[in-house]
């Protein structure tokens, strides 16, 4: 017996115009739009025809969307690990993440490290023992994403238990 309310509904606004609703909102990734059609109900060959159409259209662009949230990333003070996995979390292909990361300014990320690193000192200025203070910065600029080598190179250029270019941390 095949009643009326035995059919899967469809959402009232075609899945076209509820990926141009969700682009507007914010920029996202192929995998993040597809993932919203999904979740709102739409059909597998529906979802494939929208997110078609906003490729063809330009409306998704991984690879740009790439670049520009590892730039944004990176000016946010975080270390080139940290960029990687927050882009993999997006659903972006590992490829394509290692060829951005790639072409990444390292000055870029040496000087968004050196700020971060000086804020953190900032906030460390109370702790007396250099040790622990030392301890505390390396723990944080490694949750920050930063490479031991661009840790060391900073560390290197500290007074611990002075100054930091002339200036009391």
Do not use: H
């Not at 494939?48 to 740009?64: G, H, K, T, W």
């Not at 953190?120 to 622990?132: F, G, H, I, T, V």
Request: net charge positive; proline share 4%; glycine share 4%.
């Amino acid at each position: 017996m095949n009643d009326i309310n035995d059919t899967p509904r469809l959402p009232k606004i075609s899945a076209m115009d509820k990926a141009l609703k969700i682009l507007a909102a914010a920029p996202v990734t192929e995998f993040e739009l597809r993932r919203k059609l999904f979740r709102a109900g739409y059909p597998e060959i529906l979802v494939d025809q929208a997110v078609s159409e906003c490729r063809r259209r330009n409306y998704i662009n991984d690879e740009l969307l790439a670049s520009d949230c590892a730039d944004y990333l990176t000016a946010r003070g975080n270390g080139s690990r940290m960029v990687r996995v927050k882009l993999r979390r997006r659903g972006l292909d590992p490829a394509l993440v290692n060829e951005v990361m790639e072409n990444a300014d390292p000055e870029q990320e040496l000087e968004a490290a050196r700020y971060a690193l000086d804020t953190k000192l900032r906030l460390l200025s109370r702790e007396k023992d250099y040790r622990k203070k030392k301890e505390k910065a390396f723990r944080f600029m490694v949750t920050r994403g930063y490479t031991s080598n661009i840790i060391s190179k900073l560390f290197s250029e500290i007074d611990w238990k002075g100054s930091i270019d002339g200036e009391d941390i």
